[in-house]
């Protein structure tokens, strides 16, 4: 099982990204595929989630700015985020849950991207 999160950058205040999750080793209708960030000396926090049958959550602080689809085909999960703010600046992981379902806790997801930048600056 790999997962490999791309697509950060550097992005201006109100801007918009794609970041993209490619999976191997498993089908994407097997695990809940989750997006974390983690801002220098924060804890990871939950972005959003979709399950293995295709349902979507949103954390509320991302909610209505945030997009999160994915593609079997590909085996390829994407995070479309948008009106970014500064306090956006993170690395953002994306995780998958052999479990299947979402949660907002990193415990469950035992299978980790390495990470991709973005930086949110004028």
């Known amino acids: 099982v790999q997962l490999q999160a791309s697509g950060g950058g550097l992005v201006q205040p109100g801007g918009s990204l794609r970041l993209s999750c490619a999976a191997s080793g498993f089908s994407l209708d097997e695990r809940a595929i989750g997006w974390f960030r983690q801002a220098p000396g924060t804890e990871h926090t939950g972005v959003a989630c979709?399950?293995?049958?295709?349902?979507?959550y949103y954390a509320d602080i991302v909610k209505g700015r945030v997009t999160i689809s994915r593609d079997n085909a590909k085996n390829t999960v994407y995070l479309q985020m948008s009106n970014f703010d500064p306090e956006d600046t993170a690395v953002y992981y994306c995780a998958a849950d052999k479990s299947g379902q979402c949660g907002w806790s990193t415990v469950g997801f035992d299978s980790w991207g390495q990470g991709t930048l973005v930086t949110v600056s004028s």
């Open positions: 979709i399950n293995r049958v295709g349902t979507k």
